[in-house]
């Protein structure tokens, strides 16, 4: 298949067929890849109350679901800027 001649909206890719995905810029995974893969298990969460200004929670919001999850990147990267100032060898 063919690259796309434009980058496709997430609504253009969600109403593709499989056999019309282009997967040309990914390798191939062989058995030797499986054997030697890790799991990674991604990091546990605390439910917590948090309050906000309303203005700052409508604009995480209106990108719609997974607002939560852009408010703690944005937090996570404030964090990683502010560690980095104070102490280089913490990581988070």
Same mark, same amino acid.
């Given at each position: ?27 191939? %995974? ?6 030697? +893969?890790? *799991?990674?298990?991604? &990091?546990? #969460?605390?439910?917590?109350? !948090?309050? /906000? ?15 939560? %999850? ?6 996570? +990267?404030? *964090?990683?800027?502010? &560690?980095? #100032?104070?102490?280089?060898? !913490?990581? /988070?």
């Amino acid at each position: 298949m063919k690259p796309y001649k434009k980058e496709l909206t997430n609504e253009e890719l969600a109403a593709l067929k499989d056999e019309e995905i282009d997967y040309s810029d990914i390798p191939a %995974t062989d058995e030797a890849f499986w054997e030697s +893969a890790n *799991v990674v298990l991604p &990091r546990t #969460k605390k439910a917590i109350s !948090l309050r /906000l200004d309303a203005d700052v929670l409508d604009y995480f919001q209106r990108d719609g679901p997974g607002y939560q %999850t852009r408010i703690n990147a944005v937090l996570r +990267a404030y *964090v990683e800027v502010m &560690r980095s #100032k104070t102490n280089p060898a !913490l990581e /988070l």
